[in-house]
């Protein structure tokens, strides 16, 4: 590897650090935010969307998925849309039941 | 071996396999082999028994049901007080015997037999691919099937014997029957976690070799319709199957650890309040194994509606009517059998709102059937076509999926459902899908690559015994399962419905579905002869025998290399099925060969 | 005859064929947590009370911590071996593997604790899913560890050989660790901390 190369790569590095650095700061973050005693929804709401920045950042980072070929994106959305059908099945299995609407 | 890169892929690459000029000891040539070709043989003879087991299942309930209570004669002695006494089959029996025909038929027999036989044997040899993508890893899912079948066929053996909550193992009975390490459904649940193992290895091995194997000029539009077939269903497993598997995890949890994930409080067993906390829920179970099961349904029918495109396009001796329609068909049915599973579940009180959207989905799904299926009969219009063994069983195929799939009809509408559901008529229906529908496919595809495979062919005669007398037999067994099924009788008799009044009617036709089962079982034996027979002393053919245009039969020997599969790896100039094209000499045009100007 | 791509990319694609497997791999693995998400959902919705406070928030956080460490030295691991630096990726995939340990320890701890109390599975429907997706992602953390040994102890030798295959098996094991942090991302705030 010529040593051009080596310095663009080591970039990389650095953004591993501050990756590394982020997703610990994220980790105290919504620990703290948890103590707060936030209503239900609001800390669901807060928690799963500061999860989903530190997943992403793994993913993209750390799995390099950012500068990922195209096939791998197309094997992902095949499996975020299956993935939001499994999802929504607890939606099937309460909302609207026959049988609740009976009962006295 | 000229550049870099592959000198030192030679020196230290373990495949010793891959490696013509080696000769590998017979435990690691036969037995623990890496070859594709060597794990489809292993995989088609295992699945081949398990069918045959799976189906002597069924001739024994088949007893019980036309002659309920009475002993069965000179064998009935042999299965021992605790299942037969005297003779005379015990419920208990009977309900093992049901649980495990279903399982062992599916995901046993037919989806090894499809996609781990056909799909490792043929698939790399249409690709012209030197092996699978990953070896070791085919040997291991090969070997993974093994197991769980092996933990399947054991567990008829210990106290509580199998599991017998049906193949759908339906909480909260199959929590409750037997709890605990002994009872049979544990055992089917640590024998699926294997089998769910194996399939996940396997689809992923697929794909990646469909992807990345490609030899030159092979176009995903150049693919042969069994490819794509299998590679759709490679997806299906992939991605459908991971759910059951948690799903088991987690009855393996309640049968073991004693939570409650699929029991709900102040369940009643026996006349007793359960002693588990409760608080599960028994529909979750049927949410997440609908949620493989019917995407598996697919599973079950994709490769055998590729391997009958092959042989049809073969044997008309013209190309696939609509080879790009067939190719979207299948990946869209692909796609929606994900949204369609709650139409197993209308009777479980869902709401009208959502019975509403899986009806209409599973109505959606029929079009990319349809479709795929006019494709294959237009096909044959004005074809000069040949009728051998393979080519038979093709055509059967089409009118008895045909009928498979218009009684779902019904089935997949939440209103006729509600009364059909859980009836014969149900069990008519998918049978006349998956056993005349596929496994007369999956005949087809051996007859048809039995000369790949060993260089001779199968007996002709021998052959068309087995087909009509089959044929006929397939029909006698499941249609009066439907015309039984609509005068309501239901699937889950021990006694096959002598308690109704409404089943009195139709109770004589389970005598004639009894014998028309074990007469198929006469004609298998002419397969069965047949297969053996030919092995040996079949007439030995061209290694382009049905003068084929995919390159398993354009590029490669009869029987193919031991190892690697060509020669020379093959370039393809045109899509696979170049039949009659005008100006040639010949009237097949192989993918592998330039068409003369 | 040998396989192709397994070193190189292939043109059309732009991958080596172990890359596409292993992602083909955790897409299956995200519809298996799917599912038990899913269940986890299902359950909570369906039940009259959840409880709170009863898992260890400081040490799961530890957890948490040590898990994330362990993915940057195993992204560092592969790094070191595409600047050719053989003992940094020695020293990396060492402490990838010994943070996996760390991990494994601290869960021990954890359950034993549970255990001493008599919080089994069986005693609510909240214990039954935290065993369940803590166990099963403990085991998939024992799965990552034992490659990782076998890349650390015997698959190394393969560097002298072929260098290119060897840092795309570093790769390859890295994007499977990386997963299982991933998942772990997802599981702590939904048991520990909601």
């Given at each position: 590897m010529d040593t051009a190369h080596t310095q663009e790569f080591k970039k990389h590095i650095r953004t591993y650090i501050l990756v590394f650095v982020a997703l610990l700061a994220l980790t105290i973050i919504t620990v703290t935010i948890s103590t707060l005693h936030l209503s239900v929804p609001a800390a669901i709401t807060v928690a799963l969307i500061i999860a989903t920045i530190k997943s992403s950042l793994v993913a993209s980072y750390f799995m390099h998925l950012i500068s990922e070929k195209k096939l791998i994106f197309l094997a992902l959305l095949i499996t975020v849309v299956f993935f939001v059908a499994l999802m929504w099945l607890p939606i099937f299995a309460h909302s609207d039941p026959i049988i609740y609407k009976n009962v006295p | 071996m000229s550049t870099n890169h592959?000198?030192?892929?030679?020196?230290?690459?373990?495949?010793?396999?891959?490696?013509?000029?080696?000769?590998?000891?017979?435990?690691?040539?036969?037995?623990?082999?890496?070859?594709?070709?060597?794990?489809?043989?292993?995989?088609?003879?295992?699945?081949?028994?398990?069918?045959?087991?799976?189906?002597?299942?069924?001739?024994?309930?088949?007893?019980?049901?036309?002659?309920?209570?009475?002993?069965?004669?000179?064998?009935?002695?042999?299965?021992?007080?605790?299942?037969?006494?005297?003779?005379?089959?015990?419920?208990?029996?009977?309900?093992?015997?049901?649980?495990?025909?279903?399982?062992?038929?599916?995901?046993?027999?037919?989806?090894?037999?499809?996609?781990?036989?056909?799909?490792?044997?043929?698939v790399p040899l249409q690709i012209g691919a030197p092996d699978m993508a990953f070896p070791k890893l085919n040997m291991a899912s090969y070997w993974a099937y093994f197991t769980g079948g092996i933990v399947m066929l054991a567990s008829f053996f210990i106290p509580g014997g199998s599991a017998q909550s049906g193949w759908t193992s339906y909480p909260p009975l199959s929590d409750v029957t037997v709890p605990g390490l002994w009872g049979g459904q544990t055992w089917w649940l640590i024998g699926m976690v294997f089998l769910i193992s194996s399939s996940l290895l396997g689809s992923m091995n697929f794909i990646v070799t469909i992807i990345q194997l490609r030899t030159k000029g092979l176009t995903f539009m150049r693919l042969p319709f069994f490819v794509w077939a299998q590679f759709v269903t490679s997806f299906l497993l992939l991605l459908a199957f991971p759910p059951l598997e948690a799903a088991?995890?987690?009855?393996?949890?309640?049968?073991?650890?004693?939570?409650?994930?699929?029991?709900?409080?102040?369940?009643?067993?026996?006349?007793?309040?359960?002693?588990?906390?409760?608080?599960?829920?028994?529909?979750?179970?049927?949410?997440?194994?609908?949620?493989?099961?019917?995407?598996?349904?697919?599973?079950?029918?994709?490769?055998?509606?590729?391997?009958?495109?092959?042989?049809?396009?073969?044997?008309?001796?013209?190309?696939?009517?609509?080879?790009?329609?067939?190719?979207?068909?299948?990946?869209?049915?692909?796609?929606?059998?994900?949204?369609?599973?709650?139409?197993?579940?209308?009777?479980?009180?869902?709401?009208?709102?959502?019975?509403?959207?899986?009806?209409?989905?599973?109505?959606?799904?029929?079009?990319?059937?349809?479709?795929?299926?006019?494709?294959?009969?237009?096909?044959?219009?004005?074809?000069?076509?040949?009728?051998?063994?393979?080519?038979?069983?093709?055509?059967?195929?089409?009118p008895m999926f045909g009928i498979g799939g218009l009684t779902g009809l019904p089935l997949g509408l939440a209103a006729s459902d509600i009364p059909l559901h859980d009836t014969y008529y149900v069990i008519g229906h998918f049978h006349y899908v998956v056993a005349p529908g596929t496994i007369f496919g999956l005949f087809a595809g051996i007859y048809y690559w039995f000369p790949k495979i060993t260089g001779r062919r199968m007996n002709e005669k021998l052959g068309k015994i087995h087909f009509w007398g089959s044929f006929v037999c397939m029909n006698l067994i499941f249609f009066p399962m439907l015309i039984q099924g609509l005068a309501g009788v239901s699937r889950r008799l021990y006694d096959g419905g002598q308690q109704y009044a409404h089943a009195q009617s139709v109770l004589y036709l389970n005598e004639v579905m009894s014998i028309a089962a074990w007469v198929m079982a006469i004609f298998q034996l002419f397969f069965i002869v047949n297969f053996f027979w030919s092995r040996r002393k079949g007439e030995k053919v061209s290694a382009n025998v049905w003068e084929a245009t995919t390159l398993e039969w354009a590029a490669t020997t009869s029987p193919p290399l031991a190892h690697g599969n060509f020669s020379k790896i093959p370039e393809v100039h045109h899509g696979p099925y170049e039949y009659s094209v005008p100006g040639q000499v010949k009237d097949y045009l192989p993918q592998n060969e330039l068409a003369k100007a | 005859m040998e396989i192709p791509y397994t070193i190189t990319a292939r043109p059309d694609t732009g991958l080596f064929n172990a890359k596409l497997g292993v992602w083909l791999f955790l897409t299956s693995e995200v519809m298996l947590f799917g599912a038990l998400f899913t269940t986890y959902i299902l359950l909570r919705v369906g039940a009259p009370t959840w409880p709170h406070g009863e898992l260890d928030v400081p040490l799961a956080t530890l957890n948490t911590a040590v898990l994330i460490t362990s993915s940057i030295t195993m992204v560092m691991a592969w790094a070191s071996l595409v600047l050719k630096e053989w003992k940094k990726h020695k020293l990396y995939l060492a402490a990838t593997i010994l943070l996996g340990v760390a991990f494994l320890v601290i869960k021990a701890f954890e359950y034993g604790h549970h255990f001493a109390e008599g919080e089994l599975p069986n005693k609510s429907t909240f214990l039954a899913i935290y065993f369940t997706l803590t166990g099963l992602h403990g085991l998939h953390v024992i799965g990552g560890m034992i490659v990782n040994s076998y890349l650390f102890f015997m698959g190394g030798k393969m560097w002298k050989t072929q260098p290119e295959r060897f840092t795309n098996r570093i790769e390859v094991a890295g994007l499977y660790w990386h997963f299982v942090d991933l998942v772990w991302i997802f599981l702590f705030p939904v048991l520990y901390l909601l």
């Open positions: - | 592959s000198s030192h892929t030679l020196e230290a690459v373990p495949h010793v396999d891959l490696h013509p000029h080696e000769e590998l000891p017979f435990w690691r040539k036969y037995i623990f082999s890496t070859d594709h070709k060597v794990i489809g043989i292993q995989y088609g003879i295992t699945s081949l028994i398990f069918l045959f087991f799976g189906f002597s299942l069924m001739m024994l309930m088949r007893w019980q049901l036309a002659y309920p209570g009475e002993a069965l004669p000179i064998l009935g002695k042999l299965f021992g007080d605790e299942r037969m006494p005297d003779g005379i089959m015990l419920p208990e029996f009977y309900n093992q015997l049901g649980a495990m025909h279903g399982t062992i038929m599916v995901f046993l027999g037919v989806v090894p037999l499809a996609v781990g036989a056909f799909g490792n044997y043929v088991g995890v987690l009855q393996l949890m309640d049968r073991v650890a004693g939570t409650s994930f699929f029991l709900p409080s102040g369940l009643m067993v026996s006349g007793q309040i359960l002693p588990n906390t409760g608080g599960g829920n028994p529909l979750l179970w049927q949410h997440l194994f609908w949620f493989l099961a019917h995407p598996e349904v697919y599973v079950l029918i994709l490769p055998a509606l590729g391997i009958v495109a092959e042989i049809i396009a073969n044997n008309t001796r013209k190309p696939l009517w609509g080879y790009k329609s067939l190719v979207f068909a299948v990946i869209f049915l692909g796609f929606m059998s994900f949204i369609v599973w709650a139409h197993h579940m209308f009777l479980t009180g869902m709401g009208t709102a959502i019975s509403a959207f899986f009806q209409t989905t599973t109505m959606i799904i029929s079009i990319p059937s349809v479709i795929i299926l006019s494709a294959l009969f237009i096909s044959l219009h004005g074809g000069s076509i040949r009728f051998n063994t393979p080519m038979l069983f093709a055509l059967a195929f089409l | -």
